[in-house]
């Protein structure tokens, strides 16, 4: 019986892919670079998709983020990868993504949580929009809940109370090209 490992591919300084490593053993006090990418969801009317990490996350369980992140498997494009988070993390039907637009292209962070564990990844950011009436059906070992905001509405809560939010997603929300992708 074979089991399917998901696989996160490491990334050398030069921003190059330098070999793969099991999600499970990727992200300790110790974490190497690696690639990521993160997506901010909008409906039809504009809105703003936002989850709640679920509180058994193992980094910033329970804190408000964008609509989803994720990793591309070895030789998966960001945006198939997009695709398929969207499917496993928020329970969209495949065909629920209309369009996906790279808004921030050289984003790349690290941050470290309470709890010691790093995140530090070369992570694109993407805008990607929603087929009217596609409905999320999310799952509860990924998201907590879900809120649909205004874009302002987001960046004067970050700007308010930045201790509530990802440390990825107050970083991304600083870059003027996502803002204006966002229509804020």
Known sequence: MTHDVELVVLADEHGRPAGT???????????PLHFAFSTFLLDGDGRLLMTRRALGKKTWPGVWTNSFCGHPGPDEPNVDAIRRRSVQELGYAEDAIVEITEAVPDFRYRAVDSSGIVEWEICPVYIARLARGAQPDPNPEEIEELAWVAPGELIAAVDAAPFAFSPWLIEELARPELRAGLGA
Not at 21 to 29: F, G, L
């Open 21 to 31: 490593a099991p999600k499970a053993t990727v992200h300790t006090e110790d974490t």
